[in-house]
């Protein structure tokens, strides 16, 4: 479908979204009953919101930490690219099994490249081998180790504030998983939807089995929630990363700080990290919103604590996954 016709959503549409976000495996007779409609009018809509490519599929919520990983980023700023270069530089990198995600970006780095690693010594192996092979394209590489992350859901579909949060972050002990246990990763990753019987007969166990081992992976907080993944730039939205460089800094006034960022409407995630910039969010702003009327804003709120900021426009995911295996 082409990109650059935005779809329109009606409310109940956008009600559909929001419930399917951190419970994407619930019945669509669950949906219906909190959304209104009838539960064969719930299944018509998803279906239409993935045929039209609102939706394009649905993914577990995995705690890296909880598997004894570590969440690590590369932000990069390329020069002396030519067009065909580039691809083949991205190409590459989303061809290294180490690499989990990439996203291209506009602004003040062009690319975000993350990888799960067991120790950071994997990481500043994979960092100085980037350097080595795409140095000369490199004008800045910075890296960064994400601590906690914290997804918020689409609560600027309906303008809301308080909705729920998973948190992805570092735990006390890792998780004891089996081969079955990733295989169900696996799937849940391809299709967080899909049935028990399904899943059941892909692992050559009974769909009670694989129940069983969704609900043992959700008590362990291996899995946190199951969302899905939407297109955000086809029905009218824009989606910026913003980096906050902060001064005058004391406990009690950056808690503040993040806590009125949390409850803003746009914010969907909020990453406390080591390495880069000292506040880090994402937002969801409608195309024809102002940036910079929300980072005024935020900027008024607290106008003695942010020193600076860096403006990262999304452009395109080039790999994702979400299993760290």
């Not at 009600?15 to 976000?21: G, P, R, Y």
């Amino acid at each position: 479908m082409p990109q650059n016709t935005d779809i329109k959503l009606d409310v109940k549409d956008k009600k559909i979204l929001f419930e399917l976000d951190f419970d994407a495996r619930q019945s669509n007779a669950a949906i219906a009953k909190k959304v209104g409609l009838s539960k064969q009018g719930v299944d018509y809509r998803i279906k239409r919101l993935l045929k039209t490519g609102v939706v394009a599929g649905f993914y577990p919520v995995i705690n890296i930490g909880s598997l004894g990983y570590f969440y690590c980023r590369l932000f990069i700023r390329w020069h002396n690219l030519t067009r065909a270069k580039e691809e083949e530089i991205c190409a590459g990198l989303a061809n290294d099994k180490r690499i989990s995600w990439i996203v291209a970006f506009d602004g003040a780095y062009n690319i975000v490249v993350a990888a799960y690693t067991k120790s950071l010594g994997d990481f500043k192996r994979l960092s100085e081998e980037i350097l080595e092979r795409y140095g000369h394209y490199i004008k800045e590489k910075r890296e960064s180790i994400g601590t906690k992350v914290i997804h918020f859901q689409s609560r600027y579909l309906l303008g809301s504030q308080e909705t729920g949060r998973l948190v992805v972050g570092e735990t006390k002990g890792a998780a004891i998983v089996d081969n079955v246990d990733v295989e169900l990763l696996r799937l849940l990753t391809a299709n967080a939807r899909m049935p028990l019987v399904e899943l059941g007969s892909k692992l050559n166990i009974s769909p009670k089995v694989a129940a069983y081992r969704i609900k043992r992976l959700e008590k362990q907080k291996v899995i946190l929630g199951y969302r899905p993944n939407i297109s955000h730039g086809i029905i009218g939205y824009a989606h910026y990363k913003v980096l906050f460089y902060l001064s005058n800094v004391n406990k009690q006034e950056l808690q503040r700080f993040k806590s009125y960022l949390m409850m803003l409407p746009e914010v969907i995630y909020v990453v406390e990290e080591v390495g880069i910039a000292d506040v880090d969010v994402e937002i969801m702003l409608p195309k024809t919103a102002s940036l910079f009327t929300f980072l005024k804003a935020v900027k008024y709120f607290a106008p003695r604590l942010i020193r600076d900021y860096e403006i990262l426009i999304a452009d395109k995911t080039l790999k994702i996954e979400y299993v760290p295996f």
